[in-house]
């Protein structure tokens, strides 16, 4: 089973109406002072984002209160990443002071084109498009920006130079990922670090609606759609069976005995887990903008409309875990993560990557 950590903040709450917060600031050298012309200012994992003028000023409209977690970058130097909490709506200024790049050290880097890069960039490539059809829609633009590592211990790990562009000809979209880290072992990935999406434009009408009904099928089943549906206490409507582990010292017996060799949920239901609706995880935030999403055990979550792997014999359904080690999270009510708390994600849904990635500020209508 694919284990996958989430270990950057995703974008902010976006409103309906938007305009609540204009970001405006300048971006420069750290050391020089000297101004970056039209470095990219953007918010993490959106489609919202400017460019800098030639004096490096920039000025950022259609963010709304709440947390908002910005990245900047400029070419030669390392993407920053901000996390930002406006509270009241207004004109906010934020100064962004980025560093040259460092040179990896201490490791054997594969940059030219020989066997051993190939077979690596091939893993590498699989682990961030991942494995649904959608993938073969996808392709790197410029894997030359990779600088591919392996250590002694088998970890296969990766970083960018410059942004990785991924073009996504199934969701209309041309990823530009900054890889802060990617380590591979044993059929477990880790990864992070900045991403900015920018749209398509389609040859025709035709594309655009295809693009859109992709996009319907990348958010079904998806993180997103999980939490949105606990948000609007819908999770039986949109397909999600949602049970929680109960605690040690409330379980009727130690242990679950399986029925003809099978280990089933019934048998499970009232002894191990207990099914539970969104109204019970769900608790308001501290704006209107934020909802917490609160369970201190663990949760296994079936999306009943695709079949997958599954540890009970009569719910063979795509199967997820999904822990909390500080007990919550923080979440708009659209379903985006804001503070994700070290949340872990094991199974069906751990296995998102790039050729199903929707932008933060995707709505579903």
Request: aromatic share 10%; net charge positive; charged share 20%.
């Amino acid at each position: 089973m694919t284990f996958f950590i989430f270990i950057c903040a995703v974008s902010v709450s976006f409103s309906q109406q938007g305009g609540a917060v204009i970001l405006t600031g300048k971006v420069t050298d750290g050391k020089t002072g000297r101004p970056l012309p039209f470095a990219n200012v953007f918010v993490n994992n959106s489609t919202i984002g400017t460019n800098a003028d030639e004096n490096g000023n920039y000025k950022l409209t259609g963010l709304t209160i709440g947390n908002i977690e910005m990245a900047v970058s400029f070419l030669g130097y390392e993407t920053i990443k901000q996390t930002l909490r406006f509270e009241q709506p207004g004109i906010k200024t934020v100064q962004f002071k980025l560093i040259e790049g460092m040179q990896l050290t201490g490791v054997t880097i594969y940059s030219k084109k020989n066997k051993k890069r190939e077979k690596h960039l091939a893993i590498i490539t699989r682990e961030l498009l991942g494995k649904t059809p959608f993938a073969k829609q996808c392709r790197i633009l410029n894997p030359e920006v990779l600088r591919i590592s392996l250590d002694d211990n088998r970890h296969l790990s990766a970083q960018t130079t410059a942004p990785l562009i991924i073009e996504n000809n199934a969701l209309g979209y041309k990823i530009h990922q900054d890889l802060d880290d990617f380590d591979y072992f044993e059929g477990r990935v880790l990864y992070g670090g900045s991403t900015r999406f920018e749209l398509l434009k389609p040859k025709d009408e035709a594309q655009k609606k295809l693009w859109r009904e992709n996009q319907k099928i990348a958010y079904a089943g998806s993180l997103k759609h999980l939490l949105a549906s606990m948000v609007a206490d819908s999770l039986w409507e949109e397909g999600f069976r949602v049970y929680q582990e109960i605690p040690d010292s409330m379980r009727m017996f130690r242990s679950v005995r399986s029925v003809n060799g099978y280990n089933t949920i019934a048998n499970n239901i009232h002894n191990r887990i207990e099914p539970i609706l969104g109204n019970r995880l769900i608790k308001p935030g501290e704006l209107m903008t934020e909802r917490l999403v609160v369970s201190k055990m663990m949760l296994e979550v079936f999306y009943t409309k695709k079949k997958g792997s599954s540890p009970y014999s009569d719910m063979p359904y795509a199967y997820t875990q999904i822990k909390f080690p500080q007990g919550y999270c923080v979440i708009t009510p659209q379903g985006w993560v804001v503070m994700p708390m070290g949340f872990e994600i094991a199974g069906y849904l751990g296995n998102d990557r790039y050729s199903t990635l929707l932008p933060a500020d995707w709505k579903r209508n």
